[in-house]
């Protein structure tokens, strides 16, 4: 009876040695799964705040916009349009330059790298005109639909004309959504 004893102590102590060995070796891959596990859901934590913050920003946005009108949101989009429309805001530089008068000679772009919003645009362009059609041609800028913020202007008088000619360039920044 005694030697049954003794196997049954001895098949104990070996299951419990056996266990005491295999633990660390089920529990450590738990733990590096765990690990990951949390990772994870930080990560998905702080996206979910970002959304959220993002959400907020265009609720607030769209609660603002709940009391205008159609055509006043229409004449927002137009200040700053979704995308860059260098083609339409060429034709609107010529337009306005036409109308007062003043010749456009050339324009540069350069699209700014931000992700600030709404994003920026940097423009140069060369006109040239009567020194009156520079004055009225760069208010008409102001009161354009587009937004466009003059920067810099650069003013140089024609030599020998026959009336106060000049040519000048303006740096300038237009607005766009950046969709």
Do not use: C
């Amino acid at each position: 009876m005694e030697n049954k004893h003794t196997i049954s102590f001895s098949v104990a102590v070996v299951l419990i040695l056996g266990m005491i060995l295999a633990v660390p070796f089920g529990v450590f891959p738990l733990g590096a799964k765990l690990d990951s596990a949390r990772a994870t859901r930080d990560q998905a934590l702080a996206a979910r705040a970002t959304v959220q913050s993002s959400l907020q920003s265009l609720q607030a946005a769209e609660k603002s916009l709940q009391g205008v009108s159609e055509v006043k949101q229409s004449e927002y989009l137009d200040a700053i349009p979704e995308k860059v429309q260098q083609d339409t805001l060429i034709k609107n530089l010529n337009d306005i330059a036409t109308k007062h008068g003043v010749t456009l000679s050339s324009v540069q772009f350069g699209l700014n790298d931000t992700q600030e919003l709404p994003r920026r645009m940097n423009m140069s362009a060369s006109f040239q005109s009567g020194y009156s059609d520079l004055l009225e041609f760069l208010q008409a800028i102001e009161a354009n639909r587009r937004r466009i913020h003059v920067k810099t202007i650069s003013v140089q008088i024609i030599p020998g004309a026959a009336t106060s000619a000049v040519n000048f360039s303006l740096d300038m920044e237009s607005f766009y959504q950046g969709k």
